[in-house]
């Protein structure tokens, strides 16, 4: 038994010797034992043209609210992270005292203007009643006049009369006029100290959550000056840059992508704004999408984004299958006649560790999907599939 296997080899040696070189070569694949492999039918799928990259999340509602009167803060409502509601929290307010003493001396000048308007309309009045007087005096003066009944002296003197009534009723017309004209201004000035001791308490502007504190109560601010930060949570922009050659192939409304954070689950969205030109410098462009906010996408998170610039169906193998050698790119499939059949084939798209083959396959054909890296053309193989042991 210790020679049995030297004896053979020498055996067969003779016998290769005593062969042409083709039958040496089936000789040889006759000697060697069937090589074991899985095999996976060649099946249409989807495959996705994409680019990955990384961004940000910034919310889309966010404000940093500053005081609009001066004065110093009476108090701070919010703290940070407290949530906030727009138009019903109330986040700081500055101390009213000044600005409710401007209402009240304005709100004393819209009277006066006011009273003034009647002292107005009064006169005009007064100044009518003479003027109509005189102009029915003139006019019988005129008559008289005419009948040489009273003297010229006594005509000029009524005929004056009348026209210094018609002056003084346009005189006042016009003080009726500026009267009016005041109580307009007062009524301005007292509409805006109104505004501002309702701005001395200063409401949320957006719903979200306070991000912020920047004052304390009983430190003096001046219009313009930022007290609380506000940032919306309930929806969210993504940013992120792409290379300049994808600029053509992005659609804002169209083009789809998904975005992730962390180990959440990926969001789908669309890009739904994009930079107008490239970065001359950085040969990139901007774009941006909108996202429902959630524990996971807050503002100022990292995130992984992945953009689809093109979907398509195709015949699909998995990516191992293909290989690379000498007459190209190839992949095996399993023979009727129990060998392996080398394929030359040309790939497309490959996403998702799948590989697109454009041909050199038709659906169906057993790929060899374990095992193929130790093949060649005609290889003896054996199905070792659990599933489907005949390979089919």
Known sequence: MKHSIPLFSCALLMFLAGCSGRDAAKVATLAEEPLPVVTEAAANGVFERSATVQGSLEAVD??????????????????????????????????????????????????????????????????????????????????????????????????????????????????????????????????????????????????????????????????????????????????????????????????????????AEPVAAQVAAKSPAIDPRLRVFEIKALLPGSESATPGAMADFRIVFERREGLSVPQEAVLTRAAGTVVFVAGEDGTAKEMPVEVGLRDGGRAEILSGLAPGDPVIVQGQTQLYDGRQIVIANLENPAGH
């Not at 004065?71 to 407290?82: A, T, W």
């Open 62 to 263: 966010s404000a940093i609210v500053s005081a609009r009167v001066p004065g110093p803060l009476l108090r701070v409502c919010v703290d940070l992270g407290d949530p906030v509601k727009a138009g019903e929290t109330v986040l700081f307010e500055v101390d009213p005292d000044t600005v409710s003493n401007q209402v009240v001396i304005a709100r004393e000048a819209a009277a006066t203007a006011r009273a003034h308007v009647a002292v107005a309309e009064a006169n005009v009045r007064k100044a009518k009643s003479v003027a109509d007087k005189a102009i029915r005096d003139d006019e019988r003066f005129d008559r008289l006049h005419e009948e040489e009944r009273v003297s010229d002296n006594e005509w000029e003197r009524v005929r004056t009369q009348r026209e210094a009534s018609e002056a003084d009723v346009a005189v006042a017309e016009a003080s009726l006029q500026l009267a009016r004209q005041q109580v307009s201004q007062a009524e301005a000035q007292l509409a805006i100290a109104e505004r501002q001791l309702a701005d001395a308490t200063v409401l949320a502007p957006c719903d979200g959550i306070v991000a912020a504190r920047l004052r304390e109560p009983g430190e003096m601010v001046g219009a313009g000056v930022p007290v609380v930060k506000v940032t919306g949570t309930d929806q969210l922009k993504a940013l992120a840059f792409l290379p300049a050659r994808h600029y053509a192939e992005v659609v804002p409304g169209v083009t789809e992508l998904t975005v992730r954070v962390g180990d």
